[in-house]
Every structure is written in structure tokens, then in C-alpha cells.
């Protein structure tokens, strides 16, 4: 195994190629993650993204590791769409805060028609007009949706795959893998940039990390934006009591992300409140560029303001500064 090949950016690693990479030794992976980081971002700097639940609870689909699944019990109190200036006013918190996307995420399985759109629209053009990059993950899209959220200046769209096309069925029954590409396609189509990833610590093993992995590099151009999750578990839901992940396995995650799909952003994203600075230092070494910031992702906690200062001050990273997304 010994030497990772890394040259030029490529869509057909095999997983035999992935197994190599996430299988070497640990110190070997990590160096060559970070350099290949090196060679397309800038170190020491990191996005700072901030999520907000725009529609919560009362999904019809089944994700076994999801608080707002209805097949589940978790105690979440479900909410309608908020409204604009609800929004909006988050998202000026988040601009305050040193963010600098902002993302939209409703409990939908699919997007609906009519007014619900047609305000989630405005969110997205107000979100674009305070000078932030605007995400959306609203579920399934139609073509004429995506291309009305384009039309809005919507930057890019969140649809994860999760996990390998094997496992999949064993966390989703409600929808398929092929409806997720479908979407993605779409997504693709209208000119909207790619957010797709996946979560790690499901019970799944590590050829489904590789088969995941696989599948987010055969992406034609590869995802812009990769977040890579800890599942954060949730009691009342199938992954409640999940035992935990081995960390460096998150790590490994992460640096082979990082080989496969050098120029994308890849996202330290659910599961940093589990994370030590020192782990979180080594998910950055690896190739990790960015976090969401403030004290809830949708529905569960996250770090906080107060600790994620102290986290970038002891590693000297810095939030990168606007002007957001130029191009995007
Ligand atoms: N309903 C839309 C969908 O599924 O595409 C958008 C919202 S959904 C909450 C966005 C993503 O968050 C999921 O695809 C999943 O990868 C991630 N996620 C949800 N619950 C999580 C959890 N408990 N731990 C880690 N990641 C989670
Ligand atoms: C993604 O991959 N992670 C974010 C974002 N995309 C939408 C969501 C994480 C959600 C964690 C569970 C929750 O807070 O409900
Ligand atoms: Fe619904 Fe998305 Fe949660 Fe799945 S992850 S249950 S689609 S909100």
C-alpha cells in the first residue's frame, strides 16, 4: 500500500483505490490529505457556515437517524414554515457572528407548490442581498423548482447521499438512492452549486464509508461542497443507542474526502459537540475546512460561539471573510 496516489482530479476511483488511502497508516493519510489541502486551499482559515430549521418535524420519511422523521417519538415539537423576517433576522445573526453561508433546512420530502415556494424564494434572495452564499435543503426538487431557486441566486443546494448504495436501505426505506441522484442531476442542471455528503457512525462498516466516498467522487463535477456528519443520536429514533464511532475513523473520513475531491470545501459538520479540540484539530490537519458555527445545527446542539472562540483562537485558525461565493 505505502505511497498515496493523489494527481489530478478524478471520478472513477475504484474502491479497492479508497480502501488503500483510508487504510493507510494514519500519519501517512493525514500528511498527504494536508497537502493536497494545501496545494488547492488556503490553511488555517476555515468557512463558517450557520443552519437554521426554517420548517421543523413532522417528516413522512423514514431516515432512522432523524429528530424530525414522524415515524419516530423524539420529543420535537414540530413547527411551520417561519416567515421571512424570521429568517432573515437569523440570518443577519449569522452574518454577525462571522458566518458566511447560511443554510436553509424544511422537513419536506419533497419541495411543496404555491406559497410555501414562493416564500422560501424571497428567503433565499434576502439571504443573497445581506452579501452571504445561500443553501437550501428542502428535499426533492422538480426541474422548474431548481431552476426558480437559481433564478433566486440560490448558491447551492444540500442533498446528501448519507451512505453507500448498499447500506442505504438500512437507514431509508421511504425513498431510493437513484431519487437522490435524481435530485442531484437536477440540481446540477439548473446551475446551482453541489452541497452532498454523507454521515459517519450509523453502525455502518468501512466499506460503506468507501462506497460512499466512491459515489460522491463519480459525481461529474464533484460536489463543491462535502459535509461530512457525525451522527449526532437522537433518543426515540432507530439510532438512538447507536454505540459510538471510533473518532479517527471520522478522521480517515475526512482525509480521504479530502485526496478524492481536492478543490471541494469538505464540512466538519453534525457531531463537532463530540469532538475534543485536539480531534477537531486533526479533522482540520486532514483536510476539513469548514464548520457550522452557533449553538444548534437544525435541531440539535452545536459548540457555541463562546467555545468555538476559544477553539480558533488555540488553533489559530481564522473564519474566512467575505466578499462570500464570488462567482457562485
Ligand atoms: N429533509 C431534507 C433532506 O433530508 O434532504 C433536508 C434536511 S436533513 C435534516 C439534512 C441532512 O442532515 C440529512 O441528509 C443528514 O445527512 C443530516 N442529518 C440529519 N439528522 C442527522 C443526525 N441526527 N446526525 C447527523 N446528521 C444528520
Ligand atoms: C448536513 O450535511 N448537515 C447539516 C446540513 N447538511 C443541513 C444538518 C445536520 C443536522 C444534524 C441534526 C439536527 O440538528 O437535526
Ligand atoms: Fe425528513 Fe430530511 Fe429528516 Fe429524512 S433527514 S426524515 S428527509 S427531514
Redesign the pocket.
Known amino acids: 500500500m505505502g505511497t498515496i496516489t493523489t494527481a489530478g482530479t478524478r471520478h472513477d476511483w475504484t474502491l479497492e483505490e479508497i480502501e488503500s488511502i483510508y487504510t493507510a497508516p494514519l500519519l501517512e493519510l493525514v500528511f498527504q490529505a494536508q497537502q493536497v489541502h494545501r496545494e488547492h486551499h488556503r490553511p488555517n482559515e476555515v468557512q463558517g457556515c450557520i443552519?437554521l430549521?426554517i420548517k421543523t418535524g413532522g417528516c413522512p420519511e423514514d431516515c432512522a437517524?432523524?429528530?424530525?422523521s414522524a415515524h419516530y417519538h423524539t420529543g420535537l415539537e414540530r413547527e411551520e414554515l417561519l416567515s421571512v423576517e424570521e429568517t432573515l433576522s437569523a440570518a443577519r445573526r449569522a452574518r454577525a457572528q462571522g458566518a458566511t453561508r447560511f443554510?436553509m433546512?424544511a422537513a419536506w420530502r419533497s419541495v411543496p407548490r404555491g406559497a410555501a415556494f414562493d416564500r422560501v424564494l424571497e428567503m433565499v434572495r434576502g439571504v443573497r442581498d445581506l452579501g452571504m452564499e445561500a443553501c437550501c435543503?428542502l428535499g426533492m426538487l422538480t426541474d422548474d423548482q431548481a431552476e426558480a431557486l437559481a433564478q433566486a441566486g440560490l448558491s447551492a443546494y444540500?442533498h446528501?447521499l448519507d451512505t453507500s448504495p448498499e447500506f442505504y436501505g438500512e437507514i431509508i426505506t421511504t425513498r431510493t438512492y437513484q431519487d437522490r441522484l435524481d435530485t442531484l442531476a437536477r440540481v446540477r442542471r439548473a446551475g446551482i452549486t453541489v452541497?452532498c455528503?454523507g454521515?459517519v457512525g450509523m453502525g455502518e462498516d468501512r466499506a460503506a464509508r468507501y462506497g460512499l466516498l466512491q459515489q460522491l467522487a463519480a459525481l461529474d463535477p464533484h460536489p463543491e461542497s462535502v459535509?461530512v456528519?457525525l451522527l449526532?443520536r437522537?433518543a426515540g429514533t432507530p439510532l438512538g443507542e447507536q454505540a459510538p464511532l471510533d473518532l479517527l475513523e471520522l478522521v480517515r473520513t475526512i482525509a480521504t474526502a479530502r485526496i478524492l475531491m481536492p478543490s471541494s470545501m469538505v464540512?466538519l459538520?453534525?457531531g463537532r459537540v463530540s469532538l475534543s479540540e485536539e480531534t477537531q484539530a486533526l479533522c482540520f490537519l486532514a483536510g476539513a475546512n469548514s464548520v457550522?458555527l452557533g449553538d444548534?445545527?437544525?435541531?440539535?446542539p452545536n459548540p457555541g460561539q463562546d467555545a468555538d472562540g476559544r477553539l480558533f483562537d488555540r488553533l489559530g485558525l481564522r473564519l474566512t471573510h467575505g466578499p462570500a461565493d464570488a462567482g457562485h
Open positions: 443552519l430549521s437517524y432523524c429528530s424530525q443554510c433546512g435543503t444540500n446528501n452541497c455528503g454521515i459535509p456528519n449526532m437522537v464540512r459538520s453534525a457550522f444548534k445545527l437544525l435541531t440539535t
